[in-house]
């Protein structure tokens, strides 16, 4: 259910994969990434269909970073997505042990948790700021960005490529090997998973669907969400 709060909502996903609404669009987040969901901001969670995630969620009151309104942990025009990868160790434990002091409510517990959350915000901030400009941002991360914000138009591998200024083969070699898959298998999970949302949380046709995530042709969608699945795109919205 769509809902708003007036806290700084922090999530971080610490296995599997999920999809959120804010303010009417449709994120995808995964195993490692931070997503960051600034007071007032409409959301709804809903985990991926045969892949559960499991993750933490920090809820910060008056938070007032400088520049920004309150409760705002990053900028509107900003991506609430922030990937954590080569920091999900140190983030995890920070985040575990905010959760032991909560548990435990020993002396001196509000005063550890206020500390490390402090700590927690700082490392957040500087991989936000360190990704922007662009001294620790991956050609992966970069290509991921474009085609999560491009994904319903028709992404071939030549203009994935020009994004980052590299060939066709670099980018295909360095992504596998970072991500796991290629990067038009990337664009087309990230279809599947968007085309999956709006079967269960929308009314369109699948056609509607198809078309919204890239696939002018209905009967090929088809094909593709019953491979990526196991299921047609109608008995995926009956059963589910």
Not at 187 to 215: C, F, N, P, Q, W
């Amino acid at each position: 259910m769509l809902h708003q709060h007036e806290y700084t909502e922090i999530l971080f996903i610490q296995d599997g994969q999920g999809n959120f609404t804010l303010n009417g669009k449709i994120v995808n987040v995964n195993r490692g990434d931070l997503l960051l969901i600034n007071s007032n901001i409409e959301h709804e969670t809903a985990s991926s269909i045969g892949s559960r995630f499991k993750g933490f969620s920090l809820s910060v009151s008056a938070l007032h970073l400088s520049g920004l309104p309150k409760g705002y942990i990053i900028a509107d025009n900003e991506s609430p997505i922030l990937s954590a990868q080569g920091n999900h160790i140190t983030i995890n434990k920070y985040i575990e042990d905010i959760y032991e002091e909560y548990t435990n409510s020993d002396l001196g517990s509000q005063e550890i948790i206020s500390s490390l959350l402090t700590t927690l915000i700082i490392k957040i901030l500087r991989t936000l700021y360190s990704t922007k400009s662009g001294a620790n941002a991956s050609i992966s991360e970069k290509v991921k960005k474009y085609i999560t914000e491009n994904y319903n138009r028709d992404i071939s591998l030549n203009e994935l490529a020009n994004v980052v200024y590299v060939n066709p083969y670099h980018l295909a070699h360095t992504f596998k090997n970072e991500v796991g898959i290629s990067p038009i298998q990337f664009l087309i999970t990230h279809r599947i998973e968007v085309a999956k949302t709006m079967l269960l949380h929308s009314d369109l046709t699948i056609r509607e669907i198809a078309s919204k995530v890239g696939y002018p042709n209905a009967n090929y969608f088809n094909l593709l969400f019953k491979k990526f699945t196991g299921y047609s795109p109608g008995k995926f919205r009956k059963n589910f």
